[in-house]
């Protein structure tokens, strides 16, 4: 089986992994602005460790974000997943939400804690 970790990177961060793991990480920590990111790659690391990963399959972040800060963020989110991504040599795919829901949950309309 291939080691695949999906994302929906917002400050909830979802994620499932393809051996069955799912939960959301919650990256509100510090008072600095980068402190989410810092997080992000610390968990992604974190979770290569434990599990392995072979693809990181993300949520693509032009989708769904009508609002312009809340596209930056994602966006920001996303350039911590490439540069991570190449720290440990995996590819990143983008997807439309519902396609990582449904990897994620088995339905493409889940909600994060599903």
Do not use: Q
């Amino acid at each position: 089986m291939k080691h695949i970790l999906a994302l929906d990177p917002a400050t909830r961060c979802g994620y499932a992994h393809s051996c069955g793991d799912s939960v959301v990480w919650d990256l509100r920590a510090g008072s600095h602005p980068g402190k989410p990111l810092v997080r992000l790659r610390d968990l992604i690391l974190a979770k290569h460790r434990e599990r392995g990963i072979e693809e990181i399959a993300a949520e693509d972040a032009s989708f769904g974000a009508f609002n312009p800060a809340t596209a930056a963020d994602h966006n920001k989110r996303l350039g911590v997943i490439y540069l991570t991504a190449a720290e440990i040599g995996v590819p990143v795919r983008l997807y439309k939400p519902s396609t990582i829901k449904k990897f994620g949950a088995g339905n493409g309309r889940a909600k994060k804690p599903e």
